[in-house]
T-cell receptor, first 113, second 116 residues
Framework: AQTVTQSQPEMSVQEAETVTLSCTYDTSESDYYLFWYKQPPSRQMILVIRQEAYKQQNATENRFSVNFQKAAKSFSLKISDSQLGDAAMYFCACGGATNKLIFGTGTLLAVQP | GAVVSQHPSRVICKSGTSVKIECRSLDFQATTMFWYRQFPKQSLMLMATSNEGSKATYEQGVEKDKFLINHASLTLSTLTVTSAHPEDSSFYIC????????????FGPGTRLTVL
C-alpha cells in the first residue's frame, strides 16, 4: 500500500522568487517512482518532474528540481524564478510496479506579481 | 508527446440514466489505463485499473456494478456510470501508460459529469 502526504494546502510566492513544496510518502514497494504533477485551472494534469527511487541523484527540469530524501521518505519540489504561469495546484504522486498512482491532497500555489 | 483524449468533456444527465465516457490513447498503445475521480478542490482518487482484454481491477470502495469499465482495444477504455445519481457528479479523469518500462502516466483532459 502507498500513502502520499502533502502538508501545505496553500502556498504563495513572489514572482521571480523560489518556493518549496513538501511531500512525504510511504510505500511497501522496493522499486517505486515519484512524481510531481501540475493541475492548472483547465484541470489538465501536466507532469512537472519525476524521480526513480533507485536513483540517488535529484531530478532537475529547468526551473524545477526535487530534494529526494529516500530514508526520510521525503520528496519536495523546488520552483526557482517563479513565474505567473506556475500558479496551479501541485500534486505529489507515488507509483510502483502496477503503474497506478496514488496522489497527495495537493498544494495550491499562488504567484504574486 | 503522448496524447490521451476523453469524450465527452462535459455531460449533464438526469438521475437514473447511464453515461459513457471514452478514453483514447491517440498515438500509442496502452495495455493499461486508469480511471480517477476528482471532487472539487480535492485530489485525484483512483477508481480502477482498466486492463486490455481482461476485467478491470477496482479499488476498495468502488462499486464495479456502478462503474462499468471496458477496455476493448489497446487504444480505448470506456467508463460507464450506471443509474447515475447526483452524488456521482464529479470530474472523471483517465490516464494511460505506454508500458515497455515507461512508468509515466499520460492524462486525458477530464470529463465533468453533472447529474441532475
Amino acid at each position: 500500500a502507498q500513502t502520499v502526504t502533502q502538508s501545505q494546502p496553500e502556498m504563495s510566492v513572489q514572482e521571480a522568487e523560489t518556493v518549496t513544496l513538501s511531500c512525504t510518502y510511504d510505500t511497501s514497494e522496493s522499486d517505486y517512482y515519484l512524481f510531481w504533477y501540475k493541475q492548472p485551472p483547465s484541470r489538465q494534469m501536466i507532469l512537472v518532474i519525476r524521480q526513480e527511487a533507485y536513483k540517488q541523484q535529484n531530478a532537475t527540469e529547468n526551473r524545477f528540481s526535487v530534494n529526494f530524501q529516500k530514508a526520510a521518505k521525503s520528496f519536495s519540489l523546488k520552483i526557482s524564478d517563479s513565474q505567473l504561469g506556475d500558479a496551479a495546484m501541485y500534486f505529489c504522486a507515488c507509483g510502483g510496479a502496477t503503474n497506478k498512482l496514488i496522489f497527495g491532497t495537493g498544494t495550491l500555489l499562488a504567484v504574486q506579481p | 508527446g503522448a496524447v490521451v483524449s476523453q469524450h465527452p468533456s462535459r455531460v449533464i444527465c438526469k438521475s437514473g440514466t447511464s453515461v459513457k465516457i471514452e478514453c483514447r490513447s491517440l498515438d500509442f498503445q496502452a495495455t493499461t489505463m486508469f480511471w480517477y475521480r476528482q471532487f472539487p478542490k480535492q485530489s485525484l482518487m483512483l477508481m480502477a485499473t482498466s486492463n486490455e482484454g481482461s476485467k478491470a481491477t477496482y479499488e476498495q470502495g468502488v462499486e464495479k456494478d456502478k462503474f462499468l469499465i471496458n477496455h476493448a482495444s489497446l487504444t480505448l477504455s470506456t467508463l460507464t456510470v450506471t443509474s447515475a445519481h447526483p452524488e456521482d457528479s464529479s470530474f472523471y479523469i483517465c490516464s494511460a501508460n505506454p508500458g515497455g518500462g515507461n512508468n509515466e502516466q499520460f492524462f486525458g483532459p477530464g470529463t465533468r459529469l453533472t447529474v441532475l
